[in-house]
Antibody, heavy 120, light 108 residues
């Protein structure tokens, strides 16, 4: 059974940084692309970032490009999202998702999410 | 970025009804369209990928169709557990992959 467990969320001041982690189990982590998707309170889904498996190509939404960095450690079966220069509009539940394939195409299995609140 | 327009934004229906939700994209995406279901306080669940492929474990009352710029999600006979919010998402070419604004399906 695929399991994805996000951690690292919390309250941070505008301009601050946070690193989210997603611990994966139940599948061969290194073989699949992974993504982060967020949802602001009461709002819809926003795809944030993705990383392929072999080669580790990375992709970002325009709203986070230059501020967020996605990475993966296949030896630890863990996905990361380093978030810098955080803004109030980054407040959201952040979901980690496993793709159907080795390239970033379809987020298929999702974790429960971790809440990030950016506020002074 | 490719823009997504879902309709309707909300919908009231009864158990047993046939329901259709549509998604239109700002440019052709071939069949690179996915559908998700989300219940309050829960993570989204993939229902349909590549416009019409049913994800493993999803009931057959869910179906998807379309190509190019116009897509539909159909629930053939609504069950009580189907009342939720539904999102479409395009995965054409390279990311970013945008979502529709969502359709909230409520009990009539």
């Amino acid at each position: 059974e695929v399991q994805l467990l996000e951690s690292g969320g919390g309250l941070v001041q505008p301009g601050g940084s946070l690193r989210l982690s997603c611990a994966a189990s139940g599948f061969t982590f290194s073989s699949y692309a992974m993504s982060w998707v967020r949802q602001a309170p009461g709002k819809g889904l926003e795809w944030v970032s993705g990383i392929s498996s072999v080669g580790g190509s990375t992709y970002y939404a325009g709203s986070v490009k230059g501020r967020f960095t996605i990475s993966r450690d296949d030896s630890k079966n863990t996905l990361y999202l380093q978030m810098n220069s955080l803004r109030a509009e980054d407040t959201a539940v952040y979901y980690c998702a496993k793709d159907l394939e080795d390239i970033v195409v379809v987020p298929a299995d999702w974790g429960r999410g971790t809440l990030v609140t950016v506020s002074s | 970025d490719i823009q997504m327009t879902q309709s309707p934004s909300s919908l009231s229906a009864s158990v047993g009804d046939r329901v259709t939700i549509t998604c239109r994209t700002s440019q052709s995406i071939n069949n690179y369209l996915n559908w998700y279901q989300q219940k309050p306080g829960k993570a989204p669940k993939l229902l349909i990928y590549a416009a019409s492929s049913l994800q493993s474990g999803v009931p057959s009352r869910f179906s998807g169709s379309g190509s190019g710029t116009d897509f539909t999600l159909t629930i053939s006979s609504l069950q009580p557990e189907d009342f939720a919010t539904y999102y479409c998402q395009q995965s054409y070419s390279t990311p970013p992959y945008t979502f529709g604004q969502g359709t909230k399906l409520e009990i009539k």
